[in-house]
């Protein structure tokens, strides 16, 4: 999922193009982030009209507002009757469901409200979607997530989500789409975060060898409780060896559920509906089980038992578990794992009030929980309370084994709003590979240690081809985006972090290797280690550009107390002024000649040590642009690079031994436009597209389109595709609403060209 920029109707903005990614949402070659069958749109990329508003957070709060807890920081305000703010449907989906990310105000003496807003499309009232604020706002200090009262203090958790089937015909491609406060919608305000659409099949069908719920008594719709009904049936699945089937409907549970080697599937994440009813314990624990298909709504009001709180899900057994499709929202803790060679996948957690989904060894040593062989991969976080995913190797009272090869992969962990993006508590041999983390609240993107101080080690840990993108929240100044803590031996490499809320990488205890990340406008220092830091560290082959004034690449704040570390071929101690291309990824191998302005046949290539079909890697200084060809004399696939990139494989499409022929070009050095209003066309930076130029690049206020008809068509993307503008434009695009991020222009649907947006 694709959440990766965001922002609204842009005016001006400053852009660059980075080569670790190149096109769209499928950047990378295998990520980054989850896969997911709907399109997210950001609400304050609309068009605004009837007082509407668009807030965005300037700068990092002391505590939290609605605009850091929002995704892109930045939301569209409906206030006054008539404030509405459209959207075309640009996501190519034909969607019958909407989900909307959204806050209204709290009740008086807190426990919330219900209200409407109402939807038109294409310009006709289709229906009015509900909202609630009971399972938000809460009051105190940050960390108090059992406050319900709003005399306690500053407000936080202020974003819930509601899902609704489309009433009429779907939403088809093209079509506008409205939200519009009418005067039958009371509620005083209508914060809009983003939206997402969906097609959804239909409903999947009892499978054979199965027992329905409904057979046991189980009856939906009528606000009864279910358990004992589901209980029996789980009982007689168990007894029989078949599956349990919860077809399509709304149950209801208030019991601790378990189940044992058994099926439990329902007919979609849209049909099977489980409600929980609070008062007592009501998690299910399966063992050794498969989970799918289903949709569970924790109805939980704040993280206390008094309000509901529990797990959604504990899963665990030592001989292998799976769960898929599966979505939970406004439970506990979400998924609870632990045991051996299990796998969590296309799943999602909607405003979790701890931790979406943690992999773990368990609290005391078990056989079923061991933590041995655990993947959650392509799973859909937002919203969480803790941290968005984490593996948790707690000792179990200092007598558990470590995890061992846990991996966290392609996954998208969205605006958690407590804790961390993504956190690695120990745990031997794990991989955290092509996920997307953005807009944490609180804490860091991704950090590595241990659990508490008595937790297993974090050994032999691998992060790598992840992008970060608005990471570090307000409690987070002496952490990054990426944050090295204490007990972690491992490799930090190829991850793209961009607009670092604080530093981006920052170490402050043990052993690691930081490789070929590249790092774009950081508040912050983008390498740091912290004062009193311990341990040791090699730094090499990173890249750092569009820093603000006065701030480092690298900096070093612990000389006396850490291992001086190994600085190699990073950007900021690079002194050649021209182009080297090598054989091997991260700059390894067989390097050429170093290759100055001018364009480049593969025979001329072959004269410089670059033989066709041969370069995995490349520098380029600031000042130069490259543009790769896949065919001899500029034909074919082209790539545009700005900056060094440690791997061609992570281009898109896939540039690895792939080049014929190149151009390389003398550009104004970025650094001179990244904190100002481009100047006139001869002094600015043109990047070239297959069908269009756009310049400036980066751009101050208005961004200049060249070769394209009379109102064509320009649309304006986030990293995960999520559409943020769409208009005509006859070669001039207002962008100065968007925030500074990676952004994606295409032009009548054509390839589309990378951008950085920078501070106005």
């Not at 899963?315 to 796998?343: K, M, P, Y």
């Not at 696939?637 to 014929?660: C, E, G, R, V």
């Not at 006139?680 to 008809?709: D, R, S, W």
């Not at 100065?736 to 920078?758: A, C, E």
Request: neutral net charge.
């Amino acid at each position: 999922m694709k959440k990766p920029f965001i922002k609204s109707i842009p005016k001006y903005c400053t852009l660059y193009v980075i080569p670790f990614l190149l096109i769209g949402p499928a950047v990378l070659a295998q990520g980054p982030g989850a896969s997911t069958p709907f399109k997210s749109i950001e609400a304050e990329s609309g068009s605004l009209s009837g007082g509407a508003s668009v807030r965005t957070m300037a700068s990092l709060p002391s505590q939290p507002t609605p605009e850091l807890e929002a995704s892109g920081r930045s939301f569209a305000a409906l206030e006054a009757t008539n404030a509405a703010v459209s959207w075309t449907n640009n996501t190519g989906i034909n969607a019958n469901t909407i989900v909307v990310r959204a806050s209204i105000p709290d009740a008086p003496q807190g426990g919330g409200i219900t209200a409407t807003l109402d939807l038109y499309v294409d310009g006709v009232f289709r229906q009015a979607i509900t909202f609630t604020s009971k399972y938000s706002w809460q009051y105190g200090v940050a960390q108090d997530w059992a406050d319900n009262d709003p005399s306690h203090g500053i407000p936080h958790r202020y974003w819930d989500e509601s899902r609704a089937w489309i009433q009429g015909a779907p939403i088809a491609p093209g079509s506008t789409i409205m939200f519009k406060k009418s005067a039958s919608n009371t509620a005083a305000f209508y914060y809009l975060d983003m939206f997402d659409l969906e097609n959804v099949g239909a409903a999947k069908t009892q499978p054979a060898n199965s027992l329905s719920i409904t057979s046991f008594g189980a009856i939906s719709g009528d606000d009864i409780d279910d358990s004992d009904e589901i209980i029996a049936c789980i009982n007689a699945c168990q007894q029989q060896k078949k599956e349990m089937w919860i077809p399509a409907g709304t149950f209801h549970t208030s019991k601790i559920i378990n189940a044992s080697g058994i099926t439990i599937s329902g007919a979609g994440m849209w049909y099977s509906n489980l409600y929980r009813i609070i008062g007592a314990r009501h998690k299910w624990s399966l063992t050794n089980c498969t989970l799918r298909d289903i949709y569970v709504f924790g109805n939980e009001t704040a993280r206390d038992l008094a309000h509901g709180h529990d797990y959604g899900f504990t899963i665990q057994g030592a001989n292998g578990w799976l769960v898929e499709r599966v979505w939970l929202h406004n439970v506990g803790a979400g998924f609870w794992c632990s045991g051996t060679d299990g796998t969590i996948k296309d799943s999602r957690c909607s405003n979790d009030w701890a931790d979406g989904i943690n992999l773990n060894n368990g609290s005391s040593v078990q056989t079923d929980n061991a933590g041995l062989r655990l993947t959650a991969q392509n799973n859909y976080v937002r919203g969480s309370a803790d941290d968005g995913i984490a593996i948790n190797a707690q000792n179990g009272g200092g007598t558990a084994a470590n995890m061992v090869d846990t991996k966290v992969l392609n996954n998208s962990s969205v605006a958690t709003i407590y804790a961390n993006g993504i956190r690695v508590a120990g745990g031997r041999n794990s991989l955290i590979q092509y996920n997307y983390v953005s807009d944490n609240a609180d804490l860091s993107g991704i950090v590595l240690g241990t659990f508490g101080t008595a937790g297993n080690p974090c050994e032999s840990v691998q992060v790598k081809n992840n992008t970060l993108v608005r990471c570090g929240g307000f409690r987070s100044t002496i952490q990054g985006a990426i944050f090295i803590n204490n007990g972690t031996t491992g490799t930090v490499q190829q991850n793209l972090i961009v607009d670092a809320s604080n530093k981006a990488v920052a170490i402050a205890k043990f052993n690691v290797n930081v490789v070929a990340n590249v790092v774009v406008h950081p508040r912050l220092t983008a390498f740091y280690i912290n004062p009193g830091a311990v341990g040791t560290a090699s730094i090499n082959y990173n890249t750092a550009v569009d820093l603000n004034a006065g701030q480092l690449p690298f900096k070093n704040d612990a000389t006396t107390t850490f291992t001086p570390p190994t600085l190699v071929g990073n950007s900021w101690q690079q002194t050649n002024t021209d182009v080297t291309f090598y054989q091997n990824p991260i700059y390894e191998g067989v390097a050429s000649q170093i290759i100055p302005v001018g364009n480049y046949t593969a025979a001329q290539l072959a004269t410089l040590g670059v033989p066709n079909d041969w370069a995995s890697s490349v520098r380029v200084p600031d000042g130069r642009q490259l543009i790769m060809y896949s065919g001899d004399n500029f034909t074919g696939t082209s790539w545009t690079i700005d900056y060094d990139t440690p791997s061609f494989k992570d281009l898109a499409p896939n540039a690895n031994d792939q080049m014929s022929s190149c151009k390389i070009m003398a550009v104004t050095p970025a650094a001179m436009f990244s904190r100002q209003t481009a100047p006139a066309l001869k002094q600015e930076k043109v990047t070239q597209a297959a069908h269009f130029n756009i310049y400036p690049n980066p751009v101050g206020a208005l961004l200049h389109v060249n070769g394209v008809a009379q109102a064509s068509h320009a649309r304006i993307t986030d990293l995960q595709g999520k559409q943020l503008v769409s208009c005509s434009t006859n070669g001039t695009i207002d962008v100065s609403m968007l925030q500074p991020g990676i952004y994606f222009l295409s032009i009548d649907h054509n390839t589309p060209v990378k951008f950085i947006k920078s501070s106005n």
